[in-house]
């Protein structure tokens, strides 16, 4: 069984910062992508960024230039790291990975973690 765990979510004033961790730990052979997405209430899921095991990154348009999504490998671990919060960016925020387990190629969440930014 695969398992996403999420840690640093918080209340953060506009314009501060906060930095997401998300550890995969469980039976599987690798990890390809490892991601963010976020949603708000009212929201469909959206991709927040995500980083291949190459460290090929991918930003929604939105956090450009203000979040950085970072990989630990040999942790098994993702990062987001994110500046310049806006109140736009309150959402409940969910990792996600693309693993090979049991021969099988899936997709696993972690359980979310609310990030609120008060203006």
């Known amino acids: 069984q695969v398992r996403l765990v999420e840690s640093g979510g918080g209340l953060v004033q506009a314009g501060g910062s906060l930095r997401l961790s998300c550890v995969a730990s469980g039976n599987f052979l690798e990890i390809n992508v490892m991601g963010w997405h976020r949603q708000a209430p009212g929201e469909q899921r959206e991709l927040v960024a995500h980083?291949?095991?190459?460290?090929?990154?991918l930003y929604a348009d939105s956090v450009k230039g203000r979040f950085t999504i970072s990989r630990d490998v040999a942790k098994n671990t993702v990062y987001l790291q994110m500046n310049s919060l806006k109140p736009g960016d309150t959402a409940v925020y969910y990792c996600?990975?693309?693993?090979?387990?049991?021969?099988?190629?899936?997709?696993?969440w972690g359980q979310g973690t609310q990030v609120t930014v008060s203006s």
């Open positions: 996600a990975g693309e693993i090979q387990s049991l021969g099988y190629l899936s997709d696993y």
């Open positions: 980083i291949t095991n190459d460290g090929t990154t």
